[in-house]
């Protein structure tokens, strides 16, 4: 698939997927009929994320495209929602990673897009708890996200958090306290658009699931 699908085949893929939508009425955003994921026919177009070319970091683990057009799916991602927004249902997704090696985390990359509510968003770097999200080793909250279905603006999080080779971990995303009223969207990457398993999260169990994983990126220092 063209990474310019961002742009150009976003209102028609969406076209197609209608049928299967219920639509919320805001921003233009829409959810499944399940909830889990949120679409949008309003395409912002392009807007300049933060730049991932960091010669003082490595690679850890990541999904985002380096294409500037297209880092991630503008058009489609995973819903993030608390029980009191519009969505009615809490909703939150973990993405998994193991290192090659041992790391200091010092960066960490997500592309996560505002609909209504609060505009914010609770990030963390988790745990491995049988095989889904444990517990947060470190969290961060974001506010002022862009609006969903503009591409590609990335929100960051600086810190040091030590990681061990061969030992998966998780980056979630998910509301807290102060976006209680929230509902936000996980963009989707397009990077690899296979299906892949991650952690779904609904009232706040957690389940595994698959699909096409969120866009997210973790850097570090050996």
């Known amino acids: 698939m063209n990474r310019l699908r961002s742009l150009v085949l ?29 679409y949008t026919t309003r395409v912002s177009g392009y807007l300049p994320g933060i730049p991932l070319n960091d010669a003082s970091v490595q690679v850890i683990y990541n999904t985002i495209s380096t294409y500037p057009l297209a880092r991630y799916w503008c058009c489609s991602g995973w819903t993030i929602s608390a029980q009191g927004s519009i969505i009615g249902t809490q909703f939150a997704d973990g993405m998994p990673f193991t290192p090659s090696a041992n790391f200091n985390v010092t960066k960490i990359v997500v592309g996560v897009g505002y609909v209504t509510g609060t505009n914010g968003v609770t990030v963390s770097l988790n745990s491995d708890n049988n095989g889904l999200p444990g517990n947060p080793i470190a969290s961060f909250d974001l ?41 936000d969207a996980w ?29 997210f990126g973790v850097f570090g220092t050996p």
């Open 10 to 38: 976003c209102v028609s893929v969406l076209t197609f997927f209608s049928m299967a939508m219920f639509a919320a009425g805001k921003n233009q955003a829409s959810v499944s009929k399940d909830g889990r994921t949120t």
């Open 187 to 215: 963009n989707q990457n397009d990077t690899n658009e296979t299906n892949q398993t991650f952690a779904f999260q609904q009232n706040g169990v957690w389940s595994l699931t698959s699909g096409i994983l969120g866009s």
């Open 143 to 183: 506010s002022n996200l862009p609006a969903f279905g503009s591409c590609c603006v990335l929100e960051i999080q600086n810190g040091s958090v030590p990681i061990t080779k061969g030992t998966q971990y998780w980056i979630v995303v998910t509301t807290g306290p102060k976006t209680s009223d929230t509902w």
